[in-house]
């Protein structure tokens, strides 16, 4: 038997059935015409937002779309935050789709295209510089096009999140500009007429220590104010990044949200002169989103091999490719999964549920206890609201695409 | 610096530049529109074509779609192939979509859909079925439609290919009938009045060991044998799998076919007489097309972090997820690379490429010599051409989507 992460707060049953939102998912199955289905709760999605507005007050709240870009989900949290962070053209189009004042829009990430900055200045989204080339790039479409861009620039800091899911700063990286380049950069976007909208540092993300954010928050703040000073001008926005995980795991506990909070809105009272006048801003998207959706795969087989019980779904690692452990893990561990329709039942089987490929990796869960399951049921696959459809094979053996739905908005 | 795999056979230059299909690659992307672009050369899989057959005198060559679903690559391959192996209704479609006679085509795979076993037995083609349970729906599926279900009994064998990249037999698994179990299945499908095709023994992939596969074929040949001992009847079809790897890595070598030929030619010679009429297929799909495709991207951006060049490029891995390490590795390792428009010049750079999507996972290749390269040019990531672009999660970050060309096609 293999453990497997705890089941996060916030879904309900009624009897044996497993409610997302306050409806049960056979129903829910019923109205999205089907499974493989993933169902994102917007009251979760909310019930973050408000605990992130209790904990840092005066801090923006941005949405980092690629967490989900589900065009319903963006509408709405688009409608609940300060701004919307986006990384290619594509979610750039999303963003303004949602309505989000081009002015509450942040594009970061490395290879921007051409076609792209002319894009986010023309709509007078801030671009995040990922590097002396690529703010050389903007500036000279900024003058092509007769605009003003509007620049922020993405640093390398030096640091990182301790033990964080995926290192974003921290030695040599292909994200942002190395912080020794950044006070020459800025005089260089300020005395070119561009519209310097400050800085983006962001030091890693999916941490689970708040010590270990706080420790970073601090840190960013104190080179923000550095650059400040190096540069002899305040930024007028600080993205502090982002990086609060959520516990996919056996023994991974929540981050502690508001104890980080509590020790930011601390540092900022006692910030540097330096960027006594900035806005801070803090990007999330896993966070935000990840605990509220919920992948549902119907079982089609259930067969014994050699003594071990498989459950085969209509699922599988080309809608949840991180359930599967394919998606940056080293090791697979196995997300917290039930069975949907028999949440009144004991766990007395050991069973490992797979996709419906033609491929070992296809494995959505291995060697847990569960309820004994049989062909019709339903598997709910949890954690599945960041990084789940989206940064998944979806193409892959040309299988059925999965639907999705959101409940819980009000309108 | 880390090691890169060995650029495969077939591709040449002219002066700078790379070519493929004998056609240097800035007119193919010209051709195609832009970067980035999967190229396939035909005639590469022409040429594995013509080595299987010399190899493999009287045995059928079956082409697995799930390899390479690219509709142009699966037309011409299925004129040259003795069927092709397909795992999910979509992928059943495009077989019959590129003509193939619906006797020709085998579908495989766990967690066939009611609607997909009904497309299968409706058009005639072969299921292999996976599970008691699924050969038990084909009949009643059969019975609902009056047709004669053509079923053959995917086994689950007790081997496996010794250093095989997937496991796909051995112990405990989702794929195939325990091997103890199939006799009595198959008397089931007969008695039922099915149209009992014979047996799918398929015990892994991505093996480079030509002796590991011989010995694997014996085995595989022995199981047939006697499962037909103990069935009293002979397959009329023993599709031995494949699982013929290819060199992606340093230090790997080409696995020896023309060796593993000769050896299977001579167990075919002696084998024995329960399996004297039995039709012999080995369906590959990696080693006929993976070397014939190549990735190119586009350099965005040239930068330096602390001391470490960085090149970025319009690419990356939502479309060479496995390229990224991500697709089943544990460790990252590099697939071979180019400086496609720099062919001539000697390697006197270390640099990381990485992709365009903002995360630290999308790494093309880490820490290689390459020629000194600029923004604009064109890297190619060999070994493309199998689990490439349909196994990669396409629509994450909403990045432009990849083309794709054939080129060596004689029409």
């Known amino acids: 038997m293999k453990p497997m992460g705890a089941i996060p707060a916030g879904f309900g049953r009624e009897e044996a059935i ?34 992130f507005r209790a904990a840092f007050p005066g ?48 594009f970061a990430g490395p290879g921007k295209r051409d076609a792209e900055l002319e894009a986010a200045i023309s709509a007078g989204v801030t671009i995040n510089c990922e590097s ?45 500009v190395d912080a020794e380049q ?8 300020v005395e070119a007429g561009a519209d310097w909208r400050g800085f983006h540092i962001f030091a890693g993300s999916q941490a689970l220590s708040a010590e270990a954010i706080i420790e970073s928050q601090r840190a960013t703040l104190a080179l923000a104010a550095d650059l400040a000073g190096a540069v002899g001008q305040s930024p007028p926005v600080l993205n502090l990044g982002g990086g609060f995980g959520i516990p996919y795991f056996n023994n991974e506990q929540p981050v502690d949200v508001e104890h980080i909070g509590r020790e930011l809105t601390r540092s900022l009272e006692s910030r540097s002169e330096l960027i006594a006048n900035t806005i801070f801003a803090i990007e999330l998207g896993r966070w ?13 087989d259930r067969k014994v091999s050699h003594g071990k019980t498989f459950l085969v779904t209509d699922g599988g690692m080309h809608h949840q490719l991180a359930a599967s452990g394919n998606f940056g893990q080293v090791v697979r561990r196995n997300y917290p999964v039930a069975i949907a329709n028999g949440m009144d039942q004991d766990a007395t089987e050991e069973a490992t549920i797979v996709g419906c490929l033609c491929t070992p990796l296809d494995r959505l869960a291995e060697d847990v206890m569960l309820p004994r ?36 908005a009000a309108d």
Chains 1, 2 share one sequence.
């Open 18 to 51: 497993l409610q997302v939102g306050g409806r049960p998912v056979d129903a829910l199955i019923s109205e999205a015409g089907g499974t493989p289905l993933f169902v994102y709760d917007l009251q979760l999605v909310e019930r973050q937002i408000a605990r």
């Open 59 to 106: 801090v923006k709240l941005h949405y980092a779309i690629k967490a989900n870009p589900y065009g319903p989900l963006v509408t709405h949290v688009a409608s609940l935050v300060d701004g919307l962070d986006v990384a290619s053209g594509g979610e750039l189009a999303l963003a303004l789709a949602a309505k989000v004042s081009p002015h509450h829009i942040s």
């Open 132 to 176: 002396l080339g690529e703010a050389e790039r903007g500036l000279r479409i900024g003058d092509l096009l007769r605009l003003r861009p509007r620049l922020a620039v993405r640093v390398n800091p030096d640091f990182e999140i301790r033990g964080s899911g995926m290192r974003m700063g921290g030695g040599a990286k292909p994200f942002g």
């Open 182 to 189: 950044v006070p020459a950069l800025v005089r260089r976007i």
């Open 288 to 300: 935000l989103v990840g605990e509220a959706g919920v992948y549902l795969t119907r079982i089609l």
């Open 373 to 408: 399951a049989a062909v019709g049921d339903i598997v709910a696959v949890f954690m599945a609201g960041a990084y789940g459809l989206s940064a998944s094979p979806q193409a892959f053996l040309a299988q059925e695409p999965a639907r999705e739905i959101l409940v819980g």
